[in-house]
Structure formats: C-alpha cells, structure tokens
Nanobody, 124 residues
C-alpha cells in the first residue's frame, strides 16, 4: 500500500510561482514512478510531469516544459513540483500519483495510487 499526500496549493497571481509537495510512504515505492497531474473543471485529468522514485528520468508535458520542474527529495521522501510563470489556465486541482515504473507514464490509468489533490488558483 502507498499513501500520497499533496500540499502547497493556494492562490497566486499570474506570473507567480508555487511549489507543490507530495509526501509518499509505502514499501513498494522503490519500484514506482511518481507523476503529477491536474484536472480543471469540466476537463480530463492532464499529465504534467513524471520522475522515477530514484529521482532520475524526469519528463514533462509540452504544456509545462520550461515552467515546471519535478524533483525528488530523498531525505524527506517527497516529490515536488516547482511551478513558475504561472498562467490563469494553470488553475486546477493538482494530484500526485504513483505506479509501476515500467508502465506509469503519461496515461493516468496506469497509476495505482493517488493523493487527495491540492487546489491551485491563478488569478489575472
């Protein structure tokens, strides 16, 4: 079993930054990849970024490449998403997820565990 708890969401003005964290625990995490997704009202869940539990092999959706950075804090067992140059269209609920490294990529259905989500609102 894996437990994921996101934090760090909030209200920010366009052009600003936020740092989301996902605290992860569970014995199977060593064989998992970690992903960040978001879901805006009325839209499908959207892949943002993914990293192996080891902290290697990051990749990003084109929509956030160059603005968002995913990283792993090995000391704290957290996976972070640094979000810069935020736009109003980044407003959504942001989720952290984990799944087997071999299959957990951009497809949310390949992830087994999800956090409860954290709200991000970007105002103009």
């Amino acid at each position: 079993q894996v437990q994921l708890v996101e934090s760090g969401g909030g209200l920010v003005q366009a052009g600003g930054s936020l740092r989301l964290s996902c605290a992860a625990s569970g014995r199977t995490l060593n064989s998992h990849a970690m992903g960040w997704f978001r879901q805006a009202p009325g839209k499908d869940r959207e892949f943002l970024a993914r990293i192996r539990w080891s902290g290697s092999m990051q990749y990003y959706a084109e929509s956030v490449k160059g603005r968002f950075t995913i990283s792993k804090d090995n000391a704290k067992n957290t996976v972070n998403l640094q979000m810069n140059s935020l736009k109003t269209e980044d407003t959504a609920v942001y989720y952290c997820a984990s799944g087997p490294t071999a299959i957990a990529g951009t497809n949310p259905h390949k992830y087994l565990y999800w956090g409860q989500g954290t709200h991000v609102t970007v105002s103009s």
